[in-house]
C-alpha cells in the first residue's frame, strides 16, 4: 500500500492517469498524422519503447507509505510508461498496412490481439506462480517458496512486478526490431513541412465528418466514451477490489489471470458473432453486459454485495478468493472479462465496413484518435469525485456515465447491410 488512505491513493492515480492521458491526447494526432505521411517507424517505436521501460522500472521505488519526491518520482513512472506504450503504439498501428495485403490485415490484427492475451496471460501466472506470495502462506500461487528472497515487509515481489514487466517488453520487442520491415520512404515523396502537411489532411477529413460521414461521426464519438468507460473499469476495477478486500499483488496477478483467460474465450465469441449478426448488435450488447458487470463490482463491499445484502466480511490471513464478497466481485468481473475484447474488436471491424476504401487509412487513424483524445477525462472525474466525496465507491460509479453515452451514441449508426 503506497499511500496509507485508500481513497487518497485512487485520486493520486487518478491524477497521474488523467495528466498522461492529456498527454497522450495531444500528441498521438500529431504523431498519427506523421505517421500515416510515411517514412521509417521503427525508430519511433524505439523511442516510445524506451520511455515505457524506463517508467516500468520507475516502479520499483513504490514502497508502503512512500511520501515526499519518491511518491512522485513513482507517479512520473506511471505516467511515463502508459504515455510510451501509447505512443508507441500509434507507430505500431502504422506499420501494420505495410506488412500485408488489405484483405488480411482483419487475420494478422487477430492474431496480434490473441497473442496480447496470451503474452499477459503467461507473463502474469510465471509472477505469480514463480515470484510473489499470498502473504497469509508465504507460497506463490503454486504452492511454492518464491525463486527470489525478497523482503515482505517493504513489498519488494510486488514492486519488483514493473521492471519484470519491462524486462518482458524488451525480451518480446527484439524480434520486431530484428525481422519485421520498416518502410524506409514516404509514400507520398518528401514534403517540405510534413507535419502540417499531414494536419492538413486530417483536418480536412474531420471538417466534413457532420457533413459527409455523419454516420461514422455517431460511432466514432461512441466509441471514445466507452472505450474511456472501458479503460477505467481496468485501471480502478482493481484498486477497488484491492481496497475492499486486502488484495496484494498475489492476489491481483490470480485476479489478472482469470481475466485474461476469459478475455480470450469473449474474443473468439465475439468474432464469431460479430460475422453472425453484425457488429453494431455485438457492440451494443457487450456495453449493457459492460453495465451490469460494473454495477455488478460496485455493489460489493467489504461486508455487503448487491448495494446491502449482507455477507461475512473477508477475515485476515484466508486465502484468495475465498470469501463471499471475493466470490461475488469474481463472477462480475469475469463477465467484464467476457465483454471487453468483443466491443473492441468489433469497434474495429464496424468502421472497417462503414469507411469508404479510398480513405480507409485516413478514417483508422480518427479511430485511433477517438480512443485517446478524452482519455484523461475518465480517470480525472474518479480523482475528483473521489477527493470531493471521500467515497472510492462514488468516485468510480462516474464510469458508467461513459459507458451510457457509449450507448446513447451508438444506437443511431446505421450498419450496411451485408450480402
Known amino acids: ?13 487518478g491524477y497521474a492517469a488523467a495528466f498522461a492521458g492529456a498527454i497522450v491526447a495531444i500528441g498521438s494526432p500529431i504523431l498519427g498524422a506523421v505517421a500515416d505521411s510515411g517514412g521509417r517507424r521503427k525508430p519511433w517505436i524505439a523511442l516510445f519503447g524506451l520511455m515505457l521501460v524506463v517508467g516500468l522500472c520507475l516502479l520499483w521505488f513504490a514502497a508502503p507509505k512512500l511520501q515526499g519526491p519518491m511518491f ?12 510510451g506504450a501509447e505512443f508507441a503504439a500509434v ?5 501494420m498496412p505495410t506488412l500485408v495485403r488489405k484483405d488480411q490485415l482483419g487475420r494478422l490484427s487477430g492474431i496480434a490481439w490473441g497473442l496480447g492475451y496470451a503474452g499477459g496471460l503467461v507473463s502474469l501466472a510465471l509472477v505469480a506462480g514463480f515470484i510473489v506470495t499470498d502473504p497469509s502462506s508465504g507460497k506463490t500461487m503454486l504452492g511454492m517458496d518464491p525463486i527470489l528472497s525478497l523482503d515482505q515487509a517493504s513489498r519488494e515481489g510486488d514492486r519488483l512486478v514493473g521492471p519484470l514487466c519491462a524486462a518482458w517488453f524488451i525480451l518480446f520487442v527484439i524480434p520486431f ?16 513541412s510534413p507535419i502540417r502537411d499531414a494536419l492538413k489532411s486530417l483536418w480536412a477529413t474531420v471538417r ?48 489478472g489471470i482469470i481475466l485474461a483467460g476469459t478475455g480470450a474465450v ?23 453486459i459492460l453495465l451490469i458487470g460494473f454495477f455488478g463490482i460496485l455493489s460489493v463491499d467489504k461486508g455487503s454485495v448487491l ?8 477475515q485476515p490471513g484466508s486465502g484468495a478468493f475465498t470469501s463471499q464478497g471475493e466470490q461475488v466481485f469474481l463472477a462480475f468481473a469475469i463477465l467484464i472479462g467476457l465483454v471487453a475484447a468483443p466491443v473492441q474488436a468489433a469497434g474495429r471491424s464496424l468502421l472497417a465496413r462503414l469507411a469508404p476504401p479510398e480513405r480507409m487509412t485516413q478514417y483508422f487513424g480518427l479511430f485511433a484518435f477517438s480512443g485517446k483524445a478524452t482519455a484523461f477525462l475518465a480517470p480525472l472525474m474518479i480523482a475528483l469525485v473521489t477527493t470531493t466525496t471521500g467515497s472510492q465507491r462514488w468516485g468510480i460509479a462516474t464510469t458508467a456515465l461513459f459507458l451510457i ?14 450480402a
Open 177 to 192: 526490431f530484428l525481422f519485421v520491415p520498416d518502410n524506409r520512404q514516404a509514400l507520398h515523396g518528401r514534403s517540405e
Open 72 to 83: 512522485f518520482l513513482v507517479l512520473a513512472g506511471y505516467a511515463l510508461a502508459f504515455a
Open 91 to 95: 507507430f505500431n498501428n502504422a506499420i
Open 266 to 288: 469473449g474474443a473468439v465469441i465475439g468474432g464469431l458473432l460479430d460475422d453472425r449478426i453484425g457488429a453494431k448488435t455485438v457492440i451494443v450488447g457487450s456495453i449493457v
Open 405 to 418: 453515452g457509449g450507448l446513447i451514441f451508438m444506437l443511431p449508426v446505421k450498419e450496411p447491410q451485408r
Open 307 to 314: 448495494f446491502g445484502l449482507p455477507i461475512p466480511e473477508k
Open 1 to 13: 500500500v503506497v499511500v496509507a488512505d485508500p481513497s487518497q491513493g485512487q485520486a493520486a492515480w
Open 208 to 255: 466534413n465528418l457532420p457533413k459527409n460521414d455523419r454516420n461514422i461521426l455517431w460511432m466514432l464519438v461512441a466509441r471514445m466514451l466507452y472505450a474511456d468507460g472501458l479503460a477505467a473499469i481496468f485501471v480502478f476495477g482493481g484498486i477497488y477490489g484491492a481496497s475492499v478486500f486486502g488484495w496484494r499483488t498475489f492476489d491481483l496477478g490470480l485476479f
